[in-house]
C-alpha cells in the first residue's frame, strides 16, 4: 500500500448533505423501534472500523442514525461501486468487488475490467487510510454483501489494510463488531436490536485468521445466529 499523506486527498463526504440525509434516515427509520446495547463502545474521538451484519438496504440508514444519536459523530461507508455516486458526498466510498468483475464473460473485458478494478481499489485503499489518520470512522459490511437471515463469509480485505495502516501510522485502531437483528422488516413499530460489541485490536491475535474468526463470531452471536445458520455461497 502507498505511503498517504494529508496533502493527498480532501474529504469527500459533504456535511451540509449528510445532516440532510441523517434527518431524512432518522424519519425512515423510526418506522421501527429502535434498541441499541453497548452504546458505550462506540467511540466519540480517533478512528475506528465498525463491522454491522448486513441485513437489509436499511441497515446503513440505521448505522448512521444510530453513531450520529451516541456520538454526534458521522462516518464513511465502504460501498460496492456500481452504487450512486451521489452517496459519495453523504460518506459512501466505492470499492469493486470480485463478484462484480467474474460477471462480464468476455476475455479481454474481464481482462480489461480486472486492471481498473485494480488501480480503482489501490485509489480506494488509500483514501481510507487517510481517513484513518484523520480521525474518521470508517465502516464497512464484512460478508460484503446482503444475507437477511443467514451468515455470510467474512471478506477480510478491509482488515488487512487495516492492519497495513496500523504499522503505517503506528497506532492501534479499534475494530467494533456489530449485530443487527430485526423482529420483523414489514410490521411497524417492531424492534430492531443493535448490539455494539466492546472493540477488538489486531494486536491481541496471532494473525488476521484468528482475528476474523472472532469477529464471524461474534457478529453470528450479536445476531441472533446459532452456529449452524451459516449461508451458503
Not at 36 to 45: A, Q, R
Amino acid at each position: 500500500m502507498a505511503e498517504t499523506n494529508s496533502t493527498d486527498f480532501t474529504l469527500k463526504r459533504y456535511h451540509g448533505i449528510t445532516c440532510v440525509s441523517r434527518f431524512l434516515a432518522a424519519g425512515v427509520m423510526s418506522y421501527h423501534r429502535l434498541c441499541i446495547e453497548g452504546s458505550e463502545h462506540l467511540p466519540k474521538e480517533g478512528p475506528a472500523l465498525l463491522l454491522p451484519k448486513h441485513r437489509a438496504y436499511r441497515d446503513i440508514l440505521l448505522e448512521g442514525v444510530v453513531l450520529y444519536q451516541v456520538t454526534r459523530r458521522y462516518a464513511n461507508y465502504v460501498m460496492k461501486v456500481s452504487l450512486y455516486g451521489v452517496l459519495e458526498f453523504m460518506g459512501g466510498v466505492k470499492i469493486v468487488r470480485p463478484k462484480d468483475v467474474r460477471r462480464l464473460k468476455d476475455r479481454e473485458a474481464r481482462k480489461a475490467q480486472i486492471q481498473w478494478a485494480r488501480e480503482k481499489n489501490q485509489i480506494t485503499m488509500e483514501y481510507l487510510a487517510w481517513l484513518y489518520s484523520r480521525d474518521e470512522i470508517i465502516i464497512s459490511h464484512p460478508e460484503g454483501m446482503r444475507f437477511q437471515d443467514a451468515k455470510g463469509p467474512m471478506q477480510k480485505e478491509v482488515i488487512d489494510h487495516l492492519v497495513q495502516v496500523e504499522e503505517q501510522l503506528g497506532r492501534q485502531i479499534p475494530i467494533i463488531p456489530i449485530g443487527l437483528e430485526y423482529e420483523s422488516y414489514s410490521k411497524p413499530r417492531s424492534p430492531v436490536f443493535f448490539r455494539i460489541d466492546a472493540p477488538l485490536y489486531a494486536a491481541q491475535f496471532a494473525d488476521v485468521n484468528g482475528l476474523m474468526k472472532t469477529i464471524d463470531e461474534r457478529i453470528g452471536a450479536l445476531s441472533g445466529f446459532g452456529a449452524a445458520k451459516q449461508a451458503k455461497v
